[in-house]
Structures are given as structure tokens and as C-alpha cells.
């Protein structure tokens, strides 16, 4: 499975974002969608979670109400909108998705800067 990620960019505090994971390769065995993050001089950290029915989504507490996590499973592509974006969710975001057999793969990365 190979993942791209793409959306990040330099956004004022307040505004939005939306991050894609689109994923190729054996996609037929995914478990669950995340999305982590990690700031400079931080621990990743997980921001939202989605089985890949999408009946089940996880969230950070700092990020609840804000961020909503998605995917399209005919495009194989994860979706994270982010709403009044803070300078404290400023960090590189990481997709990775769970396989059944516990697998997991990584994106590269998509650097996301907050201005206040």
C-alpha cells in the first residue's frame, strides 16, 4: 500500500484546511484510517481515527468539534477537514492506514503551519 498525502500549507489562525491521503496498491484489507500529527519537539500524536466502514470515528480531544475525518472508499482516499485552525495545530500530519493483519503504512508527510 502506498499513500500520498497533499493539503497542507500556511493558513491565519481561524481558517481552514483540507488534508487527502489517497492510497494504491492492495487496498482491500484495510482495518482503519488515521491521521497523526507531530509538532517540533513533540511525540506524534493521534488526531482522528475511522474504521474503513466508516461506522466508527475517533478523535484527539484537542481537536473535537474542529476537525472532521472522512473517507471515500471508491477512491481509496482519506479526508481530514480542519475548521478554525489554532497556531497550536501546527505540525507535519502523517496518514497511515491498518491493515487486517496489523500492518500499518505511512504517508510522507504534509506540514501544516498555523499564523496567529
Known amino acids: 500500500v502506498q499513500l500520498v498525502e497533499s493539503g497542507g500549507g500556511l493558513v491565519q489562525a481561524g481558517g481552514s484546511l483540507r488534508l487527502s491521503c489517497a492510497a494504491s496498491?492492495?487496498?482491500?484489507?484495510?482495518?482503519?484510517m488515521i491521521w497523526y500529527r507531530q509538532a517540533p519537539g513533540k511525540q506524534r500524536e493521534l488526531v482522528a481515527a475511522i474504521t474503513s466502514g466508516g461506522d466508527s470515528t475517533n478523535y484527539a480531544d484537542s481537536v473535537k468539534g474542529r476537525f472532521t475525518i472522512s473517507r471515500d472508499n471508491a477512491k481509496n482516499t482519506m479526508y481530514l477537514q480542519m475548521n478554525n485552525l489554532k497556531p497550536e495545530d501546527t505540525a507535519v500530519y502523517y496518514c497511515?492506514?491498518?491493515?487486517?493483519?496489523?500492518?500499518?503504512?505511512w504517508g510522507q508527510g504534509t506540514q501544516v503551519t498555523v499564523s496567529s
Open positions: 496498491g492492495n487496498t482491500f484489507s484495510i482495518a482503519a
Open positions: 497511515s492506514f491498518l491493515l487486517v493483519n496489523y500492518e500499518r503504512y
